[in-house]
C-alpha cells in the first residue's frame, strides 16, 4: 500500500518519516493502540515476517484496534496492559516503537497517558530499542496531562547522551503552541550492557 502524506498533520509528516525503518523493522511496538490507526500503519508498512505489539489500559481501544487490523492479526499481539509494563511482554530487541500520547479519541477526556507510565514505557523501550532503531513520541500539549508530558519528554529526551540517541523534534511554528508535535528518537550507538 502507498502511504499518502498530509502535509499539515505532524502524525502524517513523521510516519512518512519513518517508512524506511519501518521496511526493515521485525519487532514494532505501538505503546498507545488508541482507534488502530497507528498499529494498521505499522501492519501496512512492515514486512509479512515483522510482529508487532499494540498495547492499550482500555478494552475499547483494544477491540477498536483488532477491528481496524483484522487483516494483519496473525502478525500482531494486542496486549491489556500499561506500555510501563512493556518489559512483561517484550523479550526481543525493538527495532521501531511509536506512542501517540494523549487521549482515545471519540471518547472521555478522563483516561489519558501519564507522565510516570509514559516516562517508564520510554525507558524501557529505549533500553530495548535496536541498533538504528526508532522511536517516535506523538504529543498533544493542549491539555492539561498532555502538557506535563511533553515537559518531561523535553528533559527526559535533552538529557539522553548523543553518542547513544539523535532525538529530533517537529513542530510546526505557525501554529498554536499548544499544537500536537512529535520527538523521533534512534539509537545511534548500542553498548554492551544494553
Request: with cysteine; glycine share 6%.
Amino acid at each position: 500500500m502507498r502511504y499518502v502524506q498530509t502535509v499539515s498533520n505532524v502524525l502524517n509528516l513523521v510516519k512518512a518519516a519513518i517508512l524506511p525503518a519501518l521496511a526493515k523493522a521485525k519487532v514494532v511496538v505501538d505503546a498507545t493502540a488508541g482507534n488502530g490507526n497507528d498499529t494498521l500503519f505499522l501492519a501496512e508498512h512492515t514486512g509479512d515476517e515483522a510482529k508487532i505489539y499494540a498495547f492499550d489500559i482500555q478494552q475499547a481501544a483494544l477491540d477498536n484496534t483488532r477491528v481496524k487490523t483484522a487483516a494483519y492479526a496473525q502478525r500482531i499481539v494486542y496486549v491489556l496492559r500499561s506500555h510501563a509494563e512493556l518489559d512483561c511482554v517484550v523479550a526481543e530487541d525493538i527495532d521501531l516503537a511509536m506512542f501517540n500520547l494523549g487521549y482515545l479519541p471519540g471518547e472521555g477526556h478522563n483516561v489519558t497517558t501519564q507522565v510516570e507510565s509514559t516516562r517508564e514505557a520510554l525507558r524501557q523501550v529505549l533500553a530495548k530499542l535496536s541498533l538504528n532503531g526508532v522511536c517516535v513520541l506523538v504529543v498533544y500539549p493542549g491539555h492539561e496531562a498532555g502538557e506535563q508530558e511533553a515537559a518531561m519528554l523535553e528533559d527526559y529526551l535533552s538529557a539522553l547522551v548523543k553518542q547513544d540517541y539523535t532525538v529530533g523534534c517537529y513542530r510546526l511554528l505557525n501554529h498554536s503552541r499548544t499544537a500536537p508535535y512529535a520527538y523521533v528518537v534512534e539509537k545511534v550507538r548500542k553498548r554492551s550492557e544494553d
